[in-house]
């Protein structure tokens, strides 16, 4: 069974500029999450997508943004891009929304680095 | 609001030592609980959850049980190997919201 997939693998980016990351998630699951994973501040939850619609914001500005597909592959968007910016941006995705608590699975995440 | 503390790292065991890495949360309600393991340069991987208090998760020879009474979620395992090296990370869902909380991680090096 093929495990969640990101691209690309690394994106290096400008200030200002807008980054489009990807995320296919496993196969049967239809709940997509992302996560930042910056040098000195952690893991934190960016988004969850659940059929096709937004469920959850973690405490991220809104030039953050994202979509899920049909297929239940989704994107993260993020414009005008700060140096701060700068991190492993990863995915994880898990089964529906109705069987609760279940765990997440992680792609092995897109580098986005700022320049 | 939901937490996880975790000990601070780096842990530097000798290979075959027992491993303690230990993990508390604070949580309203009935968090689900678990541990991810990241390697160099890779995501995050699943090592084992538990649901619900006084279940234990086991994987890959390491366990953890699900304390209710003292909000705890140590990880063990008995004989480390070189190959344990990584970054561990504790976290917990809780309530509706499906989003991971997780502690600051801990680096395990094991030396051979």
């Not at chain 1, 988004?47 to 405490?59: A, C, Q, V």
Request: glycine share 10%; aromatic share 12%; with cysteine.
């Amino acid at each position: 069974e093929a495990g969640v997939t990101q691209s690309p693998t690394h994106l290096i980016k400008t200030r200002g500029q807008q980054a489009t990351l990807r995320c296919s998630p496993i196969s049967g699951h239809t709940s997509v999450y992302w996560y930042q994973q910056a040098l000195g501040l952690g893991l934190q939850f960016l988004l969850w997508y659940d059929e096709g619609e937004e469920r959850n914001r973690g405490n991220f500005p809104p030039r953050f943004s994202g979509r899920q597909f049909p297929n239940y592959s989704s994107e993260l968007n993020v414009n005008a891009l700060e140096l701060e910016d700068s991190a492993l941006y990863l995915c994880a995705s898990s089964l529906e929304r109705g069987a609760s608590n279940q765990p997440q699975h992680f792609g092995d995440g897109t580098r986005l680095s700022i320049l | 609001g939901d937490s996880v503390t975790q000990m601070e790292g780096p842990v530097t065991l000798s290979e075959e030592a027992f491993l303690t890495i230990n993990c508390t949360y604070t949580a309203t309600g009935y968090p689900s609980l678990f541990w991810y393991v990241q390697y160099p340069g890779e995501g995050l991987q699943l090592l084992l959850k538990a649901t619900k208090a006084d279940d234990k998760g086991s994987n890959k020879g390491f366990e953890a049980t699900y304390r209710k009474e003292t909000t705890s979620f140590h990880l063990e395992k008995g004989s480390v190997q070189v190959s344990d090296s990584a970054v561990y990370f504790c976290a917990l869902i809780g309530g509706a919201t499906n989003k991971l909380i997780f502690g600051t991680g801990t680096l395990l090096a094991v030396q051979p």
